[in-house]
């Protein structure tokens, strides 16, 4: 039996995944565990689950070496060790590609911000993914680094696939950044989307122009331009629902955007959606309102947690060409325990 263990530290949202052969034995998330939202400092608790015999172990985000090193000290029969900083939007996509009943499918991620990728000279943050089936890349939007003051025309970089560069913030740091304007948190789009609910239209500039984020309303720093728009001050629960309407107008229009590039240029009918704003569930709905003719598999999980899992997998099928596939009936795959005695022991302990 093949042992496959990934482990992803993306800066938040830490999670371990094994697999025995191509079945998940395990898939647990840090914050479960340490009751630390978002937890992503490579916890004991996490490492605890780690099986004695590993054969492929994928260390996804390890930036520092004692982070490796902090793990191989809790293994203590491991046959290959691959680390791997650069392939995100890979691991989102085999996620979701891996978790659907589709044989053949495309995988779209939008992600916030990403991971820095190299493509010849350039370096920037990949934002948006398009995978065919064979997770090869079809598109890519890639954020320019605002450090690198030299200009890159895309046409001009030699990919096999479409690209796209982006001098502004990509559609998922814009939300991030009007979630953390209203008092939440930047990971807290959910409450952003739940107060569009209670807004609408209004004289306030619009957050696109064209297919890109307006520029003019915000910053490169993650905030708003309230120099050039102090319209957007303000406490009122109208104002604040206004300004999460127009975030959330702004992201469900590129979803159509994206949507309409894969019918232009795959026959494919089956979609797989991944990374963090394939959480935005409104704008879910509305891509399968406006396509009823495309089967759509949202990932269970979405989030950053989900490259564990997608990198176990995508290295398993990989090295054994294995063509099993496993459907779940429930997220929940990490260590069983009683919630009233685990909140006792930590209550106990705090």
């Known amino acids: 039996m093949q042992k496959t263990v990934a482990i992803t530290l993306a800066g938040h949202d830490a999670s371990m995944c094994i697999l025995d052969d191509y079945k998940i034995n395990t898939f647990v998330q840090e914050e479960r565990l340490n009751r630390k939202k978002h937890s992503s400092i490579l916890d004991d608790k996490l490492l605890e689950l780690l099986p004695d015999k590993i054969d492929d172990l994928i260390l996804v985000n390890f930036y520092d070496q004692w982070k490796i090193d902090k793990v191989l000290q809790k293994v203590k029969n491991v046959n290959t060790i691959i680390t791997d900083d650069e392939n995100h939007h890979l691991y989102h996509a085999a996620s979701g590609l891996y978790l659907s009943n589709f044989k053949n499918a495309t995988c779209l991620v ?3 911000w990403g991971t820095d990728i190299k493509i010849g000279e350039f370096i920037g943050s990949e934002v948006t993914s398009i995978y065919n089936s064979k997770l090869e890349p ?5 954020m320019h680094n605002m450090r690198d003051f030299k200009f890159y025309d895309p046409n001009e970089i030699k990919t096999n696939y479409d690209l796209d560069i982006s001098d502004g913030l990509s559609i998922g740091i814009m939300y991030g950044t009007v979630s953390w304007f209203l008092g939440f948190g930047r990971l807290e789009g959910g409450k952003t989307m739940g107060l569009s609910a209670y807004g609408g239209p209004c004289n306030l500039p ?3 122009c064209a297919s890109s984020v307006n520029m003019n309303v915000f910053t490169q720093n993650r905030t708003f331009n309230l120099k ?5 001050k303000g406490d009122s629960f109208e104002h604040r629902a206004n300004i999460a309407f127009l975030a959330q107008q702004a992201v469900e229009e590129i979803f159509i955007k994206k949507i309409e590039y894969i019918k232009l240029n795959t026959k494919c009918k089956n979609i797989v959606f991944s990374g963090g704003c394939a959480l ?3 704008g879910n709905s509305l891509m ?4 009823p003719e495309y089967n759509f598999f949202i990932d269970p999980i979405a989030n950053d947690a989900t490259l564990s899992l997608g990198a176990a997998k995508y290295h398993y099928y990989k090295r054994t060409g294995d063509t099993r596939r496993e459907s779940l009936d429930s997220i929940y795959l990490g260590p069983e325990y009683m919630i009233k005695e685990r909140v006792l022991k930590w209550i106990k302990q705090n």
């Open 138 to 142: 079809i598109y890519k939007d890639v």
């Open 110 to 112: 939008i992600d916030g």
């Open 280 to 282: 935005n569930i409104l």
């Open 228 to 232: 050039n728009y102090p319209e957007f």
């Open 288 to 291: 399968k309102e406006h396509y």
């Open 206 to 208: 619009n957050f696109l």
